[in-house]
């Protein structure tokens, strides 16, 4: 059985809100450092921000667009 590629991104969810993080840079995993600066922008450009609609909001949309998205 063949495995398939490896993951390159990292999916996020923070107050509600997706965010798709590349974890690798230049063919390169990226550092715990470099992983935790990209946590933090999240958190430091959201911390004030209202929570948002999160998942549901997909799933009451039709079936083709939700797929899309």
């Known amino acids: ?16 809100r997706f ?4 974890i690798f840079h230049e063919s390169k995993m990226l550092s715990i450092t470099e992983f935790y600066n990209q946590l933090e922008s999240i958190v430091k450009r959201y911390a004030n921000e209202p929570y948002g609609v999160g998942i549901g909001a997909l799933t009451g949309d039709h079936r083709d ?5």
Do not use: S
């Not at 398939?4 to 999916?11: D, F, K």
């Not at 965010?19 to 590349?22: E, I, R, S």
């Open 65 to 69: 667009d939700w797929a899309r998205v």
């Open 1 to 16: 059985m063949e495995q398939g590629e490896c993951p390159t991104h990292l999916i996020v969810m923070y107050k509600f």
């Open 19 to 22: 965010f798709k993080l590349n």
